[in-house]
Structures are given as C-alpha cells and as structure tokens.
C-alpha cells in the first residue's frame, strides 16, 4: 500500500520572467531561495450531456425498478453522452467554463492534467486534444486512477505549483461511463453516468500558511492493487470494436469504500490539526449514498453539511467531485473561505482525499 501526503512542503519560485498572460514551455527552476507557493482554486466550471435518462426509462430496457435503484443508491437519474459529447469536448466545454469564472486566459494556462478512464483514444491523451481546442500552452496528460482521479490530479498539481513549476493549472474529471457499460448487467449499468467537471488551480504565495490559508491544505492518496479484480474493465479500452466493459462485485466495493474513505477523511483532518466540526463541505465521491452518508457520520457531520449530486448524475467517476463542487458553488452554498474536505474510491482499488480552503 503506498502513501503520498503533500503538506506545507517549501517551494521554489515560478519560472522567472513569465507572464500570467503569457504561454510558453514551463520547466521547474533550479533551486533558488523561494517565497511558500500554495495552489490556490481560483475557477470551477462544469459540463453535463444534454439527454438526462431516468430510472424509469432505464427500467423500459434494463430489468430494474426506480425504486430499486433509489433504495439501494439514491440515484433517480443520470446524463447520457451523444455521440458527438466525447470526452475531450466535454472537458473542453467544463475548461471553459473554469476558465471564465477565474477570469484566466486559455493561453495562461501552464497545464491540463485530465483524470479520465475513458479516454477518447489510447494516445493522444485527451488532455492535448483540450489543449488544442483552448488554445492553451504548456503540456497536458491523462491520469488514470478511476473514481479517485479528480483528488490524484489535485494532488500532482499541488505539488507541481508548490514545486514552481507552473502557475496556472486545470484539473479536470471527464469521463463518458456510458461507452464502457454492459447494458445487459443491471448490478452495473444503472449506477453510472456521463459529464465533466473542471478547477483551475492558480499559484500564490503564501503567508504563514496552516490551515486558515487559502488553497490545497493536504492531499492523501493510497492504491491497493491486491483488490484490482473486484473492479475494473474488461476487453481493450480504446478501441472503438472492442471497447471493454466495467466489472464489479458491488459488495465487495462498498465494505471497502466505507472504511478506507472514513480513514482517508480522517487523515486529513489529524493532517491539519482540525476535526470534522471545522469542514464547512465535504464534498465526496459520488459513487451511492448510503457510502456518503456513512462516511459522514464517521466524522460527525450533519447531512446538510454535505454536499450530494449522485441523485442527479449518478456515479461519474473521476468527474463526479468536481461535477458536485461546480452544483454547491453555482448554487451559492460553497463560497470563499471555507473549508472543503474531499474524498474518492474507485478501481484499483485507489482512494484519498484532499482538504481544501477557497
Ligand atoms: N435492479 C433490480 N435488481 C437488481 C439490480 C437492479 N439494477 N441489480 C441487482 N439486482 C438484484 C440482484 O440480482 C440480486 O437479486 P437476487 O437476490 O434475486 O439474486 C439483488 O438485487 C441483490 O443484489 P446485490 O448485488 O447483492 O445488491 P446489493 O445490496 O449489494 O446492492 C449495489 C448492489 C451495487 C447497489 C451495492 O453493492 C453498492 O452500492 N456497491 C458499491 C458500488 C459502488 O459504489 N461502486 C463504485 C465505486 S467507485
């Protein structure tokens, strides 16, 4: 089992001479004396597929009944991509709106990391294929780690920005579920869905830090790869003949999601110094809601503390956290200052959570 916990780590100044308007190759600085960068979220932007599919229209080909699914998951419906909703145009379209609201120019951004299973193409990454669309410099990758992906990618561009590498960063979840389903296995194809949800990370330097700053206060990451049978795909991914299919022992999935996400969310609190009565939001996975309101409970936070999309979008995966913070913050729920605790599972097994001040 590995660990990576990122915290009040000294940084290196941004490449000198660069200009936040400016686009250009971005390389870490050799180490000169530094001011403390802190990954600060400076935009949220999202997209959803235009065709939302209830459960009782799943129910007129899948053999299963809205009330099954609420029950079981809290899932009344899901976004279905079109044919022309791939991956990079929905991570295009969340980018943009990111964008928009920090007030940042495409052409400032320094890199596009995009958590994705379900990418366009085995290569190019999806990322360079949104780079391109933008019009955005500096260099982009995919990152694969299933449901916890979006809590991954913040962890890599934390670092990255504390490290002074870049400034400016997207981080994106896009996924399209719905290509990788097997419509015949009603334990699976009900819980899923499509859409894309996008931050954009800005550096700062940071006064005294601890955890009254703004910015990532802590990462947590963790994989288990022992436990990769109880959830993957199977088949190619990336071939448009054989796509591959998602597989999973649900029970299994869940008795490990509830404890090791409750041990994700407590590490970062004990990280910080802090306990759950100083999060204002947890803003978790959306996988199924009886896991969310478990993990809740386990740091004694009240259910209007949390915030839950999963009726609305089912399970997006790596999408499904930056999907919900774009819902509480357009909505006015989420706003500056507070405190954000993030949590993820998914296949690998890979989870972790991230703690947040905006
Ligand atoms: N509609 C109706 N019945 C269904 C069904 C559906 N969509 N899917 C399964 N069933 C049936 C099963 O066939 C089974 O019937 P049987 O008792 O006659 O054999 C019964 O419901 C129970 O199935 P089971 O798989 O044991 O249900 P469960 O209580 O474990 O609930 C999940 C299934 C998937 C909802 C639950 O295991 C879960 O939430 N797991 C976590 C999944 C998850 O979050 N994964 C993503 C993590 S990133």
Known sequence: MDQVTAREASAAPASPGRDDAAAGPVSAPAGSAAPHLRAVLAGIGAYLPEHAVSNDELAKTVDTSDAWIRERTGIRQRHIAAPHETCAFMATQAARAALADAGVAAGAVDAIILATATPDQAFPATAVRVQAALGAGGFGFDLSAACSGFI??????????????????????????????????????????????????????????????????????????????????????????????????????????????????????VANGLTGADVDWLVPHQANMRIIEAVGRRIGLPAEKVVVTVDQHANTSAASIPLALAAAYADGRIRPGQLILMEALGGGLTWGSALIRL
């Open 152 to 269: 991954y990618g913040l962890s890599v561009a934390d670092a990255m920005i504390r490290a002074g590498q870049v400034r400016n960063v997207l981080v994106i979840g896009a996924e399209v579920y719905s290509r990788i389903m097997n419509w015949q296995d009603r334990g699976t194809c009900v819980l899923f869905g499509d859409g894309a949800g996008a931050v954009l990370l800005r550096a700062e330097a940071g006064g005294a830090g601890g955890a009254s700053a703004r910015g990532i206060l802590s990462t947590h990451l963790h994989a288990q790869g022992d436990l990769a049978d109880i959830l993957y795909v199977d088949g190619a991914v990336g071939q448009p003949d054989k796509p591959g299919h998602l597989v999973m022992n649900g029970r299994e999935v869940f008795r490990h999601a509830v404890t090791r996400l409750a041990e994700a969310v407590g590490e970062a609190l």
